[in-house]
């Protein structure tokens, strides 16, 4: 035998895919926690901006979650890595003709919408959290959160992005919250059913409601 | 009736493992419909040896659904394109006049082609030498019948060991993943008591050698269920997990990682 | 040679423990210096291989499929019989020996029946062990059913795929011992010869399938476990690989072959539908309890819609010539009825080579009876299975079913150890003779293999050993290399022809002549035509055999014209024999030997003997060698159906 190791968990794909399943666990447990959150917008400039600043006023709780997320966010990425650095070498030549008969668009394009997601992160925060950017003819004013976020859906394109960032969003926990339950061995004949539909149900809320935000400048909910 | 077509046929042709391989149109003649895909493949190799060229190579033994030899991905479906049916029980009848089949080897780094549409699939064998067994001796058995097991039980144990063995479900994953394979073999013995003493330890070194073969992981794309010949579920693989995961975490000792081969 | 079958005596009881007590013992540190060949990795050869690897043995096993779990037995359906008793319905060790040795109909010996009737509750012990998946009843507790039209309940089964989930339990043990490396697999290897060493089995020569090596293996022991030699007919319900060559070339080097003409016929199958047909497929005898089965009165209804042809016109001809058993009648009656009605042309279906042979298998009664539920409830996944290969529905059309050839109780002659006539080579499962006489009852093919496996041949194999020293002779034996040079010699013949009829269209014809007049019914004219056309087709075989592509590869043209080569010696054996045999008896119908009502009639005076052939020379007559039968408890009788 070749180089022999003693085996952890996190050596093998089951044990990476259920890392991968708490890591978006922790991910999609955020983005419902956001969503809740942001939606508060459409309670007028008071509402949001007290909402804004009850959080920075609590600074280890939003260090921690911080930690946390990007943590999660990490593992994620780097068991996308790990999986698929091997993954794609395990065909390493591809068929004539394939049909796909059961899977569903979403799950053949998780390993699209999650490096787009990647990106989408990176963009949003820069956007509104650090440094803060503006695409429009405004400056960002720290601690308006309620102004920057007006501001900010006022541009088309920037309303673009985000809902269709968030449409992908949508796809990656259609399929994400199925799986996960199979990758950390949730399976019950007698419960199947109902829990994915609450996991699936979950996600379409999360993609509604994120849909939703940006789009509620150009809707009037929120001006 | 017997109704009679003539079909175009797209075949992976590969001499031996370090060939290139290619794919050769094939006219097939005057196919009866009440003929099985296999015996058509028959009735075109007797045709290619007339005229002096080496026959289609394929895998197939039982012919009758169960053995798991034969397995060739026909228009981009492992076993064709009937439900719940091995190539070899997949009859002409499903196929029109004029038709273009295309047909390919299984398709994974872990399954390197033989020839033409033969793989080798010794892979899999060894996924189970790493565990898939109780270790009883010869002799050593205690009456059948004073460990009873609760029907339901059994059923679903049945359920998971239904499995043939014919490598579809890697064949039709996108990752070429055996985690249904694996699944239905640990399933089978943790289901059952007979299984219990040597639990933590199988599904610890089962799933080290398929990751060691080279199979890629699971992505619950479902591919696997829809094309297995016997409908093996994939709730299986969430079995299999929840397996892997409790061993790692309770047994006392440490396993090895494995090596392929 | 004298045979000597080492059958114990005394009270039978005591037989096999008697037996073992005596067989002597190898030491265990010992064991790893000896090599044992097996070859066959199905029921018998899987559990062999793996009971000799967990005995400490050097164990090489082959098979010719990719994986040892494809083995033909895989393909069984029905079950396993065990004289467990669970059902308390009056069963027991010594009533399945009774059945074994009266449906053998008193042409097996008593000693090994007993033994295996024996045997067969160790067996269930040993698989529900290995996790193998009976079925079982709400209590937890094992369940059994009726097969074969048997008295008792004693089959245990696993849905229709027991052979499938015994084999896997076996193959898993193996696994298991490939893992600790007492066992070294050779899969796509196939055995081309055996290697005899001063009249003693000394190893094989097997051709690698992937790369066409020819090579030789050398050991202290062969133990054969290749299966039977159905196949001979070319269409029949063995996997398409099965074939006679291990046992073939084994009886050229000195086994002898016994009673090649106890062929079994199972008559439901789904018929040919054309010549293309590559093999039959069997369905389940229980679809005779609800069915009835019948054909045509009138020939001018053959190719009308059956639904269309009213009561009076059907001929329900079982029902009407054994109306005490029915449609139950026992497969070989079922069968030659059948046949028959065939012959008479009133056959239904498509016609291939010019004859229309089906009979229709209906269950419109048993719908209107039961319900279409209650049918379903039994039968359904049978008729899902015969529309997958038919494109009819049997709940609407009825199905359509004939005999085929299914199980051949003949093989190579062991003693009661399972020696064949070369000492060091022994024989298990379907390639032997052993247990089922001139017919084998439903579900105790896989009952033998196991028992032979797991429990026999350990100690009867273990027991040649310790008087052996191991080693001794390697690949550089002269001997050796002549077998080897031999084996090249024969592939390079084949090769070298460069005919033009391919190996396929050979075998095909083959079987067409030995179902035509080696089948369900023999006659002294039709043996002997048989006997005069083989030697034609033979010759003809090797003046005018092609096989595409070279033989230092991956040939599957190779692999079919050496074993079609094989069958012709062997089909010429059995066509010797059957029309040697001039009475009747359980698989083989002589149409001479019959009683006024049509009945199979032995001739107990003149034919109780196992008939084992030798093998003279090439192109010789082979010679009879007798192994009286005598039968101290089951007395021999005629059975009646009527
Ligand atoms: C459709 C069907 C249904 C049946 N149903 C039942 C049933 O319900 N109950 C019952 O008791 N019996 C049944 N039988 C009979 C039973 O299945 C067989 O008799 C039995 O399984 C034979 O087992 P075996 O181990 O002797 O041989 P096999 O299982 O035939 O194994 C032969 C092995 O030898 C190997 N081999 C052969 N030739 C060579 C060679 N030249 N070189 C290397 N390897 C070689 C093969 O690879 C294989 O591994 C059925 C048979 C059929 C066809
Ligand atoms: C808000 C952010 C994210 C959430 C909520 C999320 C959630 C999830 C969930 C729940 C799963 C299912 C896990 C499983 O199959 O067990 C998953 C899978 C996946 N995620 Fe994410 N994810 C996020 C971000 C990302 C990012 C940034 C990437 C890219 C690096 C990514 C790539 C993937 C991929 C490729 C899979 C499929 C893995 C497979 O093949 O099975 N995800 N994600
Ligand atoms: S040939 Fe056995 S499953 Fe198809």
């Known amino acids: 035998m070749a180089t022999q190791k003693a085996l952890t968990l996190l050596d093998t794909t089951v044990g990476k895919k259920a890392a991968l399943a708490v890591s978006g666990v922790i991910l999609f447990g955020f983005v419902i926690g956001h969503m809740l959150g942001n939606l508060q917008v459409m309670l007028g400039a008071e509402a949001y901006n007290a909402y804004a600043s009850g959080i920075k006023s609590k600074p280890l709780l939003l260090w921690g979650v911080r930690t946390v997320l990007v943590a999660a966010l990490l593992v994620h990425t780097v068991i996308v890595l790990e999986l698929y650095g091997k993954t794609i070498a395990a065909r390493p030549v591809a068929y004539k003709v394939k049909k796909h008969i059961a899977t569903s668009y979403a799950a053949m394009m998780m390993k699209y919408t999650g490096p787009v997601l990647l990106v989408y992160i990176i963009f949003h925060i820069a956007h509104f959290t650090y440094p803060g950017v503006s695409f429009g003819d405004y400056d960002p004013i720290a601690g308006d959160v309620y102004a920057n976020f007006v501001n900010a859906f006022r541009i088309p394109w920037v309303v673009a992005v985000y809902v269709i960032a968030n449409l992908m969003l949508g796809m990656h926990l259609y399929h994400g919250a199925f799986s996960m339950l199979q990758s950390v061995g949730l399976s019950h004949p007698r419960y199947n059913n109902r829990v994915k539909n609450i996991a699936r149900g979950l996600a379409f809320l999360v993609t509604a409601g994120n849909v939703l935000l940006p789009l509620t400048v150009f809707l009037g909910l929120a001006k | ?261 | ?642």
């Open chain 2, 1 to 261: 009736m017997a109704r009679s077509m003539n079909l175009v046929l797209n075949v992976w042709r590969q001499k031996n493992a370090k060939d290139q391989g290619r794919f050769v149109r094939y006219d097939a003649k005057a196919i009866n419909d009440h003929m099985s895909f296999l015996e058509m493949l028959d009735v075109v190799n007797e045709d290619l040896a007339h005229k002096g060229e080496e026959p289609i190579a394929f895998d197939h033994d039982c012919r009758e659904g169960i053995c798991g030899s034969c397995g060739m991905v026909i228009n981009g479906v492992p076993h064709g394109p009937a439900k719940s049916t091995t190539a070899c029980q997949l009859h002409m009848r499903l196929f029109k006049d004029g038709d273009e089949i295309t047909i390919e080897p299984w398709r994974a780094g872990a399954f390197p082609v033989v020839r033409d549409l033969v793989v080798d699939r010794s892979a899999l064998d060894r996924i189970i030498q790493a565990g898939g067994y109780v270790s009883v001796r010869a002799g050593a058995a205690p009456e059948a019948n004073s460990l009873p097991v609760p029907k339901l039980d059994s059923d679903q144990a049945f359920d998971a060991a239904t499995c043939i063995g014919c490598g579809a479900c890697v064949a039709s994953c996108p990752n070429a993943s055996a985690a249904l394979f694996t699944a239905a073999k640990i399933s089978h013995l943790a289901l059952l008591p007979q299984g219990g003493p040597e639990r933590t330890d199988r599904v610890r070194k089962m799933v080290a050698q398929m990751d060691a073969e080279g199979f890629g992981h699971c992505s619950s794309h479902k591919e696997c269920e829809a094309v297995c010949p016997k409908d093996i579920s994939i709730s299986f693989i969430a079995k299999m997990n929840r397996e892997l995961i409790t061993a790692m975490s309770v047994a006392p000792n440490e396993i090895k990682s494995r090596s392929k081969g």
């Open chain 3, 1 to 642: 040679m004298q045979l000597d079958s080492r059958a114990p005596t005394g009270p039978i009881e005591q037989r096999w423990n008697e037996a073992r007590f005596k067989s002597k013992l190898v030491n265990p540190a010992n064991r790893r210096k000896y090599k044992v060949i097996v070859v066959g990795s199905g029921l018998a050869g899987g559990a062999a291989a793996a009971t000799f690897g967990e005995l400490g043995y050097n164990v090489s096993c082959f098979c010719y499929q990719d994986s040892p779990r494809r083995a033909h037995s895989i393909a069984a359906q029905g079950g396993i019989n065990a004289a467990k008793n669970y059902q308390n319905d009056g069963d027991s060790v010594y009533r399945l020996f009774y059945d074994t040795v009266k449906g053998g109909d008193f042409r097996a010996r008593e000693s090994n029946v007993y033994r295996l009737a024996e045997l067969s509750v160790n067996i269930i012990d040993q698989c529900v062990a290995q996790g193998v998946p009976f079925a079982r009843e709400y209590s937890g507790l094992l369940g059994n059913r009726s097969f074969g039209g048997a008295q008792v309940a004693r089959t245990f089964y696993a849905r229709g795929q027991t052979g499938q989930q015994l084999l896997l339990g076996a193959y898993q043990s193996l696994s298991k011992q490939i893992e600790q490396r007492t066992v070294k697999m050779h899969p796509r290897t196939e055995m081309l010869d055996l290697i005899v060493v001063d009249g003693v089995a000394r190893g094989i020569v097997t051709r690698d399938l992937v790369t066409g090596k020819v090579s030789a293996h050398t050991a202290d022991v062969v133990v054969l476990c290749s299966g039977g030699y159905g196949n001979v007919f070319y269409l029949s319900t063995n996997a398409k690989g099965c074939n006679t060559t291990a046992t073939w070339r084994s009886h050229r080097r000195g086994a002898y072959f016994a009673n090649p003409c106890f062929t079994q016929i199972h008559p439901t199958c789904i018929p040919q539908s054309g010549d293309y047909q590559s093999k039959l497929t069997l369905m389940s005898e229980s679809l005779r309890n609800d069915g009835r089965v019948w054909v045509p009165k009138n020939l001018a209804d053959l190719q009308r819609d059956p639904k269309n042809i009213p009561e009076a016109d059907r001929d329900y001809y079982l029902e009407r010539q054994y109306p005490s058993f029915g449609n139950l009648v026992p497969r070989d009656i079922a069968s030659r009825r059948a046949k028959e009605m065939c012959d008479l042309g009133k056959g239904v279906g498509p016609e291939v080579a010019g004859v229309r042979r089906g009979v229709y298998l209906d269950f419109g009664d048993a719908v209107k009876r039961l319900g279409r539920d209650a049918v379903a409830e039994r039968y359904d996944n049978l008729f899902q299975m015969y529309e997958r290969i038919t494109g009819e529905n049997p709940y609407e059309v009825p199905m359509r079913m004939y005999p085929a050839i299914h199980y051949t109780m003949g093989g190579l002659w062991v003693d009661y150890n399972l020696m064949s006539t070369i000492t060091g080579l022994f024989v298990g499962g379907e390639a032997n003779f052993s247990d089922h006489g001139a017919n084998r009852l439903g579900a105790s093919a896989l009952m033998q293999g196991l028992a032979d496996g797991y429990f026999v041949l350990p100690v009867t194999v273990s027991n040649y050993l310790a008087g052996v020293k191991p080693g001794g002779v390697d690949e550089s034996h002269p001997d050796v290399r002549r077998t080897v040079g031999e084996v090249e010699a024969r592939i390079q013949r084949l090769m070298s022809i460069r005919g033009k009829r391919t190996p396929e269209s050979f075998h095909r014809e083959l079987g067409t002549l030995m179902w035509d007049y080696c089948g369900m019914a023999r006659t002294e004219a039709g043996l002997k035509f048989a006997l005069a056309k083989i030697p034609e087709l033979k010759a003809e075989f090797y003046g005018n055999l092609s096989i595409v592509g070279s033989g230092e590869e991956y040939n599957i043209m190779l692999e079919k014209a050496g074993r079609t080569a094989d069958f012709f010696e062997l089909a010429e054996l059995t066509c010797r024999d059957a029309l040697d045999r001039e009475e009747s008896a359980g698989g083989h119908f002589r149409e001479e030997h019959q009683t006024e009502e049509g009945e199979a009639q032995r001739n107990d005076d003149a034919f109780s003997y196992v008939a084992a052939w030798e093998f003279t020379g090439e192109s010789l007559a082979p010679k009879l060698n007798k192994e009286p039968l005598s039968f101290e408890y089951v007395h021999p009788s005629q059975r009646s159906y009527k």
